[in-house]
């Protein structure tokens, strides 16, 4: 069973708590929904399917599987930015001043939303420039996925507080199913993956 953010926890589940983040994968059309549910099992505990938008769940950080320059004008990541007024140019900001302007996939940064909830942005670049078709080899989904767990599970979203004291609960968009042309399959598997390798067992009940 999942565990829901918010709730008291015991024992095995509250290790569970402290080892990984809740992971909402989140999709609007039936054929990723399908895929993330083929995923999400009980193996992976703190892993469960929202169907429908990623900004409806009740979470602390949302992921934006953007470019390695940080342009946010399409898809999932164009609505991202009309709900965050300014997150693109926060995005762009740290890709300049830690990246050099370019984010490599497989690397994230983190930015504050400037909301309440989700106060905070993981931009895990799926491919290196908007718009970019990904072959079907691609190994994309699984990289931006491992980047974004490999952060919470290691970085600061400031100075002093770790990812992992401030994100219980992560929402979690197709990564390069969009305009990268991903197939939603391929994707899940490619996430699964990731949480897998990072996380190990600790997801399992």
Excluded: K
Aim: contains cysteine.
């Amino acid at each position: 069973m999942t565990t829901e953010s918010g709730t008291t926890h015991s024992g095995t589940e509250d290790r569970v708590h402290r080892m990984c983040p809740e992971l909402v994968l989140c999709a609007l059309d039936e054929a990723m929904t399908e895929a993330w549910q083929s995923v999400a099992t009980t193996e992976r505990a703190r892993v469960r399917v929202h169907q429908g938008s990623v900004l409806d769940v009740s979470a602390h950080a949302v992921v934006s599987p953007a470019n390695s320059h940080g342009w946010m004008r399409g898809g999932i990541d164009a609505i991202y930015s009309r709900a965050f007024p300014g997150v693109e140019q926060h995005v762009r900001s740290a890709v300049l001043t830690y990246h050099g302007g370019e984010l490599p996939v497989g690397q994230a940064v983190v930015v504050p939303t400037g909301e309440p909830q989700p106060a905070w942005l993981i931009s895990a670049p799926t491919m290196r420039t908007p718009g970019e078709w990904l072959p079907a080899d691609t190994v994309h989904p699984y990289l931006a996925a491992r980047a974004v767990f490999e952060f919470w599970r290691t970085g600061e979203v400031e100075y002093g507080v770790s990812a992992r004291g401030a994100i219980d609960v992560i929402a979690m968009p197709g990564l390069g199913t969009g305009v990268g042309g991903v197939e939603p399959a391929n994707c899940a598997r490619q996430v699964a993956a990731a949480w897998d390798e990072v996380f190990g067992q600790a997801g399992a009940t």
